[in-house]
């Protein structure tokens, strides 16, 4: 059963900085792709930023690009979301997620863990 755990969210300053972090398990395969998706209230859930398992395909949304970067270390099943010049938009729930198709962050699996929140003050 794969297994995801979140952490590393909290509250900052816009302009600030967060790292997020996922450890995986479970995965029966060596290759895998994971997500960062987010979720504010009253808004659609947005697929911020993915990556596969050995860091050579990566993807960022409009809203993230040139602020986020992700990346993974597959010997700690661990992937981070570098999060810099926050902005209160930012705001949100934070979920690791894996998906099927890293470019576009589309086609997520049904597994969701208890996200992590990011609040970002103005």
């Known amino acids: 059963e794969v297994h995801l755990v979140e952490s590393g969210g909290g509250l900052v300053q816009a302009g600030g900085s967060l790292r997020l972090s996922c450890v995986a398990s479970?995965?029966?395969?060596?290759?895998?792709?994971l997500g960062w998706f987010r979720q504010a209230p009253g808004k659609e859930r947005e697929g911020v930023s993915c990556i596969d398992s050995t860091g050579g395909t990566t993807y960022y949304s409009d809203s993230v690009k040139g602020r986020f970067t992700i990346s993974s270390d597959s010997a700690k099943n661990t992937v981070y979301l570098q999060m810099n010049s926050l902005k209160p938009e930012d705001t949100a729930v934070y979920y690791c997620?894996?998906?099927?198709?890293?470019?576009?962050?589309?086609?997520?699996?049904?597994?969701w863990g208890q996200g992590t929140q990011v609040t970002v003050s103005s």
């Open positions: 997620v894996p998906v099927r198709i890293v470019v576009g962050c589309r086609a997520p699996y049904d597994y």
């Open positions: 479970g995965f029966t395969s060596d290759y895998y792709a």
